[in-house]
């Protein structure tokens, strides 16, 4: 394990700092716009737009790495991105809000392309799962250190934001001092969904799906905490926890998808993440602590691990030129899901209560299974049709095993 993550050893070290500063932020900004008395529909659609940021990040931020290379890049965004915590607290009102959580949303959907064509890079398809279950374990871990800032200070002050600008800016200094051969800079970096979705229909579609549901996550679930909880220190506890879940899942299920299938996997935290979004939803009026504290754990442990096996999946199948294009690619239907999610999740909230947004993420963790099995049974279905067919060429003795053995093949590789 050593050895395959050393040479990713100082990306890894920089990740961690850059996101415990981004979740620091993350759980703030929701916290203090509520405190402010934004409109939880304002509040939804901030997260809609960082997401907005982040999807036009994914579209040209392969183009800046293209140009200038995976480090300059990476310095870049973390200096742009370490000065939006100091403009929130000097530009208080949901326009102004609004357009910094774009231009964060920006700065790290790009940052976020840097790292994991970085790790693919690094990568097989024997250790993939694991390489990225371990970094995305270190990441939430540190995403749940920075929402437990969110307790050294009142949110209505303005530490916490220089906190987290700090840690942003921090993020950039092992990269920038690292010996480590970075990955050559790519010749072709334009998304194509279509050839994405050819790639892996299903890791396509989960990344849509992740984002939806974590998008919603990311920009309400404080708020969801704070009024079921009706006490802020919830919304840290229940982010965390959340986080803390996520992190201690992602190793174990890495591990299990490069052992036992991908797939199979893909359809599991699917839907135990949809059981546990209705359990959400119908406790959420009546919601101790305690049971807030556990579902979040839960919930977090099936809901985060989703993108990183959709990512391995995809990749799975990809050339490695492709690697830029399908970071980019795979990021970007992230990003869209994301910023749809807060917008339904939050009308959601608005219509019924506070469990709202569960039973939003509930029904498209639904849809991915269902997507997941109507792929599957139709591949079964051609790979019999096409059996039958090899076998009659064959007793004719004008085909080959080889021929069969191609076609299963294929059926696989297209779900």
Same mark, same amino acid.
């Given at each position: 394990m050593i050895r395959v993550l050393a040479p990713v050893a100082a990306l890894l070290i920089s990740v961690s700092i +850059?996101?415990?500063?981004?979740? +620091?932020?993350?759980?703030?900004?929701p916290v203090r716009a509520s405190l402010e008395q934004f409109p939880t529909l304002a509040i939804g659609a901030m997260g809609a737009t960082y997401f907005f940021g982040f999807t036009v990040g994914c579209l040209k931020g392969g183009e800046l790495v293209r140009r200038v290379g995976h480090v300059r890049v990476f310095l870049a965004m973390t200096a742009v991105a370490s000065a939006s915590p100091l403009l929130h607290v000097l530009l208080i009102s949901p326009m102004s809000w609004g357009v910094l959580r774009f231009m964060t949303g920006f700065c @790290?959907? #790009?940052l976020y392309i840097v790292i994991e064509s970085w790790l693919n890079d690094s990568a097989d398809n024997t250790n993939?799962?694991?390489? @990225?279950? $371990?970094? =995305?374990?270190? $990441?939430? $871990?540190?995403?749940?250190?920075?929402?437990?800032?969110?307790?050294?200070? #009142?949110p209505t002050g303005f530490e916490l934001f220089i906190i987290a600008s700090v840690l942003v800016s921090l993020g950039?200094? /092992?990269?920038?001092?690292?010996?480590s051969p970075s990955p050559a800079q790519p010749q072709a970096v334009s998304v194509d969904v279509l050839r994405l979705y050819q790639i892996s229909p299903s890791g396509t579609v989960g990344c849509l799906v992740s984002g939806l549901a974590n998008g919603a996550f990311w920009a309400l679930a404080p708020v969801f905490a704070s009024k079921v909880g009706k006490d802020v220190s919830l919304a840290a506890w229940f982010m965390t926890s959340a986080v803390i879940g996520g992190a201690i899942a992602q190793w174990p299920l890495g591990l299990l998808s490069d052992r036992a299938g991908r797939r199979k996997v893909l359809v599991g935290v699917s839907l135990a993440g949809c059981f546990t979004g209705l359990a959400l939803y119908m406790l959420a009026d009546s919601m101790q602590f305690a049971t807030a504290i556990i579902l979040a754990l839960i919930c977090g442990a099936f809901?985060? /691990?989703l993108y990183v096996i959709s990512v391995a999946y995809?990749?799975? @199948?990809?050339?490695? $030129? %492709?690697?830029?294009?399908?970071? =980019?690619?795979l990021l970007l239907m992230y990003g869209l899901g994301a910023t749809i999610g807060p917008l339904i999740a939050s009308f959601a909230m608005t219509e019924s209560n506070p469990g709202g947004m569960y039973a939003f993420t509930a029904l498209v963790h639904l849809a991915l299974v269902l997507f997941v099995a109507v792929r599957f049974l139709w591949s079964r279905s051609?790979? %019999?049709?096409?059996?039958? @067919?090899s076998d009659a060429l064959s007793s004719a003795q004008t085909a080959s095993q080889v021929y069969?053995?191609? +076609?299963?093949?294929?059926?696989?590789r297209d779900v």
């Open positions: +850059l996101l415990a500063g981004q979740g +620091l932020q993350g759980t703030l900004l @790290f959907a #790009v993939r799962g694991v390489i @990225f279950s $371990t970094y =995305s374990m270190i $990441t939430l $871990t540190v995403l749940a250190a920075g929402q437990m800032m969110m307790l050294l200070y #009142v950039a200094v /092992p990269i920038a001092l690292s010996t809901a985060f /691990p995809t990749n799975d @199948f990809a050339e490695t $030129t %492709e690697y830029v294009m399908v970071s =980019s690619g051609v790979a %019999e049709q096409q059996s039958t @067919f069969e053995e191609e +076609l299963l093949q294929k059926s696989e």
